[in-house]
């Protein structure tokens, strides 16, 4: 009966405060993030800046919050234990004889439901929201591109964009090259275009084509022919054009779910990053209890960080990006070829958490 009271006094605890750093942290980056954006949206006289917001906000938010989730839930259980030391509630449990372990098994058990959640939201959820959210900070700050090259398998076509605007979805400088389906490098027609416009359905409306046709063997059938206006259809979106684009290339592995990426592993043995990415990706379950692993010993083991709340943030701080900045090094290796990928992958939370255990044994009790 003791330890059911106990068990919920601290599940309440860690709770509460896990979920006031979320919304306070959440409330925080929001905040200097739209001031930010406000400012642009001002100087380009952005409409339906509301909306756009809005959805922007909708699908970021999310995606930030469970980011952040491994270093919330060390300093919600930093400053529940830093809250029972300071009321002399950690010693009266000790002098009853009930370990520190024990004590703390709430957190770890909640941390472990928290985890599965996380991970469970971020592959089912996470790809489609930062490709959204990408797309939309892109119309939002008034973005444009140039010199893209995109594959449209569908229709055995590569499209070259001179330059795209995201708010507009406008194109300049377009051109298609269209294959015949039994030759991959037999060029069946070309596209040039000044200008044109993505449209949704997949069609691609193109102003003054010139249009130029060829047989099998590369030879043209005839003079181009200019039109005022063509409409291609396509198997491109915008998403498309956002994965293209070469700020977005390291983030290609962010837009794809572990199927997609076990898929480019297979499709592509030679390249280490998508294995590198797959088993990270993987290993990120582990990230909040391996954080409690390796914090709660530093802030149950140090008398001052023990009686202050604002070091126990500063400790909870350190240790997430001390775990970021390790796994951010062995992807590094994993991806130059310096390391064998799933060890990159894996690496870093196995340090971790042999770190942890030991520390954790080695904690007062």
């Known amino acids: 009966m003791v330890f059911k009271r106990v068990d919920r006094y601290i599940t309440v605890a860690f709770l509460l405060r896990f979920l006031g750093a979320l919304l306070i942290i959440g409330a925080l980056y929001a905040t200097f993030d739209l001031l930010k954006r406000l400012e642009d949206i001002r100087q380009e006289g952005l409409k339906n800046a509301a909306s756009l917001l809005l959805a922007y906000y909708g699908r970021l938010m999310p995606m930030f919050l469970l980011d952040v989730v491994p270093g919330i839930v060390l300093m919600a259980a930093g400053m529940v234990v830093v809250h029972m030391a300071k009321a002399r509630e950690l010693l009266a449990l000790k002098a009853s004889g009930t370990s520190l372990y024990r004590v703390m098994a709430p957190i770890f058990l909640w941390t472990f439901l928290i985890s599965i ?148 592993m297979r499709l592509n043995p030679e390249i280490p990053f998508f294995a590198v990415s797959f088993h990270t990706r993987l290993a990120a379950f582990f990230s909040p209890l391996i954080l409690l692993l390796v914090g709660l010993p530093c802030l149950v083991g140090f008398e001052r960080s023990v009686n202050s709340r604002f070091l126990s943030v500063i400790v909870s701080m350190g240790l997430a990006a001390g775990l970021y900045v390790l796994t951010f090094v062995f992807n590094s290796m994993g991806t130059t070829g310096a390391l064998n990928p799933v060890l990159a992958g894996w690496l870093p939370a196995i340090i971790s958490a042999v770190a942890g255990l030991w520390l954790f044994q080695s904690m007062m009790t």
């Open 117 to 264: 959640g996380m991970f469970g939201a971020k592959e089912r959820y996470g790809p489609r929201l930062l490709r959204q959210g990408e797309m939309l900070g892109h119309v939002l700050d008034s973005d444009v591109e140039n010199q893209l090259l995109l594959n449209d398998p569908q229709h055995y076509r590569k499209v070259f964009i001179g330059r795209y605007d995201f708010t507009r979805r406008t194109l300049r400088k377009v051109t298609l090259l269209d294959f015949y389906p039994d030759n991959p490098l037999g060029l069946k027609r070309s596209i040039q275009a000044d200008s044109g416009q993505l449209l949704a359905g997949g069609i691609l409306s193109l102003r003054t084509a010139e249009v130029q046709q060829f047989d099998p063997s590369g030879t043209p059938n005839a003079r181009p022919t200019v039109l005022p206006r063509l409409d291609v259809e396509v198997g491109l979106s915008p998403m498309d054009i956002l994965s293209a684009s070469e700020d977005n290339a390291q983030k290609g592995s962010l837009f794809q779910t572990l199927p997609e990426l076990r898929t480019q």
